[in-house]
């Protein structure tokens, strides 16, 4: 089982925990970092071999796909 997944928009990984131990982990970094655990890409090995030496797997976010629908159609479901 995944523990934490992680994003990346070239200038900042996101973490995003998995389950409730993780979100201890998520935690211990959002408080590192300004209450978010969100931290600058040139430090990804070194916080992400600190995970796996903790015992946590962690992956890259699959990519969400989204139906495109029309704005009509996205009001009519969001009033119903």
């Keep these: ?3 934490l997944y992680y ?3 070239g200038f900042y990984i996101t973490l995003i925990p998995n ?4 979100e201890n982990v ?4 959002a408080n590192a970092f300004d209450g978010v655990a969100k931290f600058p890409v040139h430090m990804k090995e070194s916080i992400f071999a600190q995970i796996k030496n903790a015992g946590y ?5 699959p990519k ?9 159609e996205l009001l009519t ?4």
């Design 26 to 29: 998520w935690n211990e970094i």
């Design 64 to 72: 969400v796909k989204f139906d495109a629908i029309s704005d009509d």
């Design 77 to 80: 479901q969001l009033l119903a």
């Design 1 to 3: 089982m995944i523990d």
């Design 57 to 61: 797997k962690i992956r890259k976010a």
């Design 19 to 22: 389950n409730t131990d993780a």
């Design 7 to 9: 994003t990346n928009d």
